[in-house]
């Protein structure tokens, strides 16, 4: 009989055991999947929205599901001349996008790595406290000090060119910050070893310091490229000319139509530009994410 | 190829911490040299002062007939081995080896060829395209040594850098690196505090200690007979014997009670040190110092007694053949096998 009973309770217990739930991980999903609907639902609801007609938005608001409106609205946004003077269309604002996005970037990282190398490997007198001006401007954006950047270019005759959208932003403490702390972690015998090897200054930072940052490079790369491509408050200020419009700008000119008061606003296009806008950057972190990952968390060289 | 002077080189860090006291020294072409000594002791000062790593703050350095104190590391014609191997980890092997004369701008076709030279050398012809960390921790210290060989240098200055390999390789090495710089006849300057790498290396060993030279001579001299306390204890493992005792006619009494015959330091009176290795005591029933086992460590080869000679720690070594048990025994001493120091000053007699 003892036998019977404890079978039993086995049989019983498995199935029990087949059946739980793990409140736990449902919990975690959840959350997790609300926290992804969160983040995509918007992206997607402009994608729907972008294959309307402007008419259609304009009446019943933003779509869940995809209209007829896809090739006619991503044609007119990429390569319909628009504007005020009709000079700019979507491949421009994208080339000047990508322009910006690049400048940006590449410029940022070559200031911020010489200026971490003159901080972290010359015995200069005032290194540490220049360390930390330089990292005290982190505190204050562009905005606070857009008039007077403003003022200098304009004087300087820069406005409406790359060279004014560009160099205004170049200098970046963010860059140089991180490139010292690695250039802190090179070992100190690297840098003996090629001392010894004959490699001057120069020669170190080019052949040994530039290759051995390539992760940090990769990182720096993505967080300033996505960086410049969304500025929008400089190169409103700074551009007038049509053709040096940036695409973020581009869709802001798009819904501006609508103050206008002249023409429904082409919210369609609008979408389909902002859906483009966002593409050049999704690819830079997909193509870059490894070392991404590798330069913000590889501490061993 | 050349000789290396040092003429009362001295190095005082800017805090004012006196690294290393005015030395004076010469090595002769095609010896190494080996620098021993405790952690802080300024071996390691010493060696970047020669590498020009480290500014000299007196007197002077010269590599065969140049003064380099004011010369550039890269311009001394040196080489140096690092601790941590210091390979350039995006390099390939040849690349790693070639670097330096590429920074001399020999042609590629040369360069290829002595990295080929040197890789033949070391075994290292099968790893000439991989990176640092594809390699081994001997295989990247050959690559070091590869480093340094292509160049041809004047010197070889080696930075403790064995220290990373396990024991069994570190042996090897050791051979192996010896074994090289007898075949280059290059000048050698070679820094460990480990005194089995600096007894089995060195032509000569200089043994320092708080930035000053205690002793220089060839190990045998440096074991047979050290020059103080200091080098006596640190040479040898396990160390010498130090007991304390004072004169007494014609032998020492130790503190504690017995008695050493028939041995005493001549012109000398009072406090004494007296210093035997543990591998010249005999045991004998008939010996006249009672020593007190306490623990018997067995080592294969041979086996180690600790314990107590008249209330001082001792320690004898003994044969593998030899009955080693704990309890009391009689020593017997060779009165030439006995080393007296001066109590204060820790110097020979």
């Known amino acids: 009989m003892a036998d019977v009973t404890d079978t039993t309770a086995i049989a019983t217990s498995t199935t029990r055991r087949r059946k739980r739930i793990k409140w736990e991980t449902v919990g975690d999903h959840v959350v997790l999947i609300l926290g992804a609907l969160l983040m995509l639902v918007p992206v997607y609801m402009v994608f729907a929205t972008s294959s309307h007609d402007a008419i259609t938005v304009h009446r019943e608001g933003l779509q869940f599901l995809f209209g007829d409106q896809f090739s006619e609205n991503y044609n007119a946004a990429l390569f319909e001349y628009g504007g005020f003077t009709d000079s700019v269309n979507g491949i421009t604002m994208l080339t000047n996008s990508l322009i910006l996005g690049l400048g940006f970037a590449i410029g940022k990282i070559i200031v911020g790595m010489m200026a971490a190398y003159a901080i972290v490997y010359f015995r200069l007198k005032f290194a540490t406290f220049a360390f930390w001006i330089i990292f005290t401007t982190l505190l204050l954006p562009l905005e606070v000090r857009i008039l007077p950047s403003y003022e200098v270019i304009q004087s300087m005759g820069l406005a409406n060119t790359y060279t004014g959208l560009i160099v205004p932003l170049i200098a970046s403490a963010t860059a140089t910050f991180f490139f010292r702390q690695f250039f802190r972690s090179v070992p100190e015998e690297l840098i003996e070893a090629a001392r010894i090897d004959g490699a001057g200054p120069f020669k170190f930072f080019i052949d040994i310091l530039v290759p051995l940052s390539r992760t940090m490079i990769a990182a720096m790369f993505i967080i300033m490229f996505v960086f410049g491509w969304n500025q929008y408050l400089w190169p409103t200020l700074i551009t007038t000319d049509e053709s040096l419009f940036t695409l973020v700008r581009g869709i802001r000119q798009i819904i501006q139509a609508y103050a206008d008061g002249s023409t429904t606003p082409e919210y369609g296009e609008a979408a389909a530009l902002a859906i483009i806008a966002m593409v050049p950057p999704v690819l830079i972190v997909i193509f870059f994410q490894n070392w991404f990952v590798k330069g913000l968390t590889e501490s061993d060289k | ?349």
């Open chain 2, 1 to 349: 190829m050349a000789k290396v002077t040092l003429d009362r080189v001295r190095k005082v860090y800017p805090n004012g911490f006196e690294a290393l006291y005015p030395c004076s020294f010469d090595i002769p072409d095609g010896e190494l040299i080996v620098l021993v000594g405790p952690s802080g002791c300024g071996k390691s000062t010493l060696l970047r002062m020669i590498a020009g790593l480290e500014e000299i703050t007196e007197g002077e350095l010269s590599i065969g007939d140049r003064v380099v104190n004011d010369i550039d590391p890269a311009n001394r014609n040196i080489a140096m081995v690092f601790q941590n191997y210091a390979l350039y980890p995006h390099m390939t092997v040849a690349n790693n080896m070639g670097y330096g004369l590429r920074n001399r701008g020999l042609p590629k076709s040369e360069i290829a060829a002595k990295v080929r030279e040197a890789g033949e050398m070391l075994n290292l012809t099968e790893l000439l395209d991989r990176r640092p960390s594809q390699l081994s921790g001997g295989q990247r210290q050959r690559v070091a040594m590869g480093r340094a060989i292509v160049r041809s240098p004047d010197l070889f200055l080696f930075d403790e850098p064995l220290s990373n390999l396990d024991a069994k390789l570190r042996n090897q090495m050791r051979v192996e690196i010896r074994a090289l710089q007898r075949r280059l006849k290059t000048t050698s300057v070679y820094v460990t505090h480990d005194q089995v790498e600096a007894m089995t290396m060195a032509d000569r060993i200089i043994v320092l200690n708080a930035g000053r030279i205690e002793q220089m001579g060839s190990p045998a001299e440096i074991y047979g007979a050290p020059a103080s306390t200091f080098v006596a204890s640190f040479m040898g493992a396990p160390p010498m014997n130090l007991l304390k005792g004072t004169v007494n006619g014609s032998g020492v009494l130790l503190d504690g009670g017995p008695t050493i015959t028939r041995a005493a330091p001549v012109g000398h009176t009072g406090p004494v040190t007296v210093g035997i290795r543990p591998e010249d005591i005999e045991l004998s029933d008939d010996g006249d110092l009672p020593f007190d086992v306490d623990i018997v460590e067995e080592l294969g080869a041979n086996r180690l007694m600790h314990g107590h000679l008249g209330g001082q720690p001792f320690s004898v070594s003994v044969n593998k053949d030899m009955h080693a048990a704990t309890g009391q025994i009689k020593l017997a001493l060779k009165p030439a096998a006995v080393h007296f120091f001066d109590t204060e000053e820790g110097r020979r007699l």
